[in-house]
């Protein structure tokens, strides 16, 4: 097991490609923090992951903003002590003319 008791925190994990890299680290012996800006999906991934026997805790936080950054960093720590992996997955999709993307929308 590659990442055996290491401290993995995967952001936008409450569906798809994350839940699926939470579910692979589980796997591989990772102690697997879910978060995602979605809170429901998040708990519901670390629940699944904890149905397997992995450890995984569900953490709600919007990591578009810096206190959401730190807000993970810091209950982590608490929580676990140490962070070993951060799998950046979380990210948005804007759709249209590269020209007509706004400010905020290159922010976000």
């Known amino acids: 097991m590659r990442f055996q008791d290491k401290v993995v925190v995967v952001t936008g994990a409450a569906g798809g490609i994350g839940t699926a890299i939470a579910h692979r680290f589980a796997s591989e012996g990772a102690k697997v923090v879910v978060t995602d800006v979605n809170a429901e999906g998040a708990l519901a991934t ?20 810096a206190e959401g950054c730190k807000s993970v960093i810091a209950d982590t720590l608490a929580q676990e002590g140490r962070i070993d992996v951060l799998c950046n997955n979380a990210g948005i999709n804007r759709r249209g ?12």
């Open 97 to 108: 003319p590269l020209l007509s993307l706004t400010a905020e929308d290159w922010d976000l």
């Open 46 to 65: 670390a629940a699944a992951i904890r149905g397997t026997g992995a450890h995984a805790r569900g953490f709600a936080a919007d990591i578009s903003k």
